[in-house]
């Protein structure tokens, strides 16, 4: 399973954009590159999942380089209620299988 | 539509003895998965279910078990519990031919 390094924390301010990257020089060909988000005392929450270059949703984009050995989570325009801890996963594909990997994830904090 | 629900959301119990945590999947959902979640080791995969057939398997003692019904719902159950087996379980379900988790509240199991 390919394993990933995340920051442990990071800090930022309400309105800006946060980058969080990701490594997993291990992953397979197969792999896709998920994001999740907790808050405290509630489940993970799917955030986006890409394979390669980039993919954007209603609240996030993933940067995926060509070598693929990196990922970078990007929020724009943070508030207070995006402080969560951040899960970087790589894993099977969609329908094959379920084996995923948790990090130890990134703590953001977000002040005023 | 009902998320994935989970009972119960929080137990005590002691050394020694045996728990079943139950878990309802998002409806037309089959595919059931566990996670345990302690400070210390982070979230870790525990097995994953679908169509009632254990599919993968995390790296936990023979202790911990499951099992999948027809109508998708899964138990786990942990026997002769030791105090290292205090954590959240978390119970996630996902359509087929998605690698999207959809995350119950979790169960938060003591053992004193």
């Known amino acids: 399973l390919a394993k990933t390094t995340q920051p442990i924390s990071m800090d930022s301010y309400e309105g800006q954009e946060v980058n969080i990257t990701c490594s997993h020089n291990?992953?397979?060909?197969?792999?896709?590159i998920t994001w999740y988000q907790q808050f405290p005392s509630q489940g993970p929450r799917f955030i986006i999942q890409g394979y390669k270059t980039k993919v954007t949703n209603e609240v996030a984009s993933l940067f995926i380089p060509a070598d693929r050995k990196s990922s970078t989570l990007s929020l724009p325009r943070v508030s207070l209620s995006d402080t969560a801890v951040y899960y970087c996963l790589v894993g099977a594909p969609p329908g094959g299988g379920n084996k995923l990997t948790f990090g130890t994830g990134t703590q953001l904090k977000v002040e005023l | 539509k009902a998320g994935v629900t989970q009972t119960p959301r929080y137990l005590i119990k002691t050394r020694g003895q045996q728990v079943t945590l139950s878990c309802s999947p998002i409806?037309?959902?089959?595919?059931v998965s566990w996670y345990q979640q302690t400070p210390g080791q982070g979230l870790q995969f525990l097995f994953e279910y679908f169509s009632e057939t254990q599919r993968n398997k995390g790296n936990f003692p023979g202790r911990f078990s499951g099992r999948q019904f027809s109508n998708s719902r899964s138990e786990m159950n942990v026997s002769t519990l030791e105090l290292g087996d205090s954590a959240l379980y978390l119970c996630?379900?996902?359509?087929?031919?998605?690698?999207?988790?959809?995350f119950g509240p979790g169960t938060r199991l003591t053992v004193l």
């Open positions: 996630a379900s996902r359509t087929s031919g998605s690698n999207e988790q959809f």
């Open positions: 291990n992953i397979a060909t197969n792999d896709y």
């Open positions: 409806s037309g959902h089959r595919s």
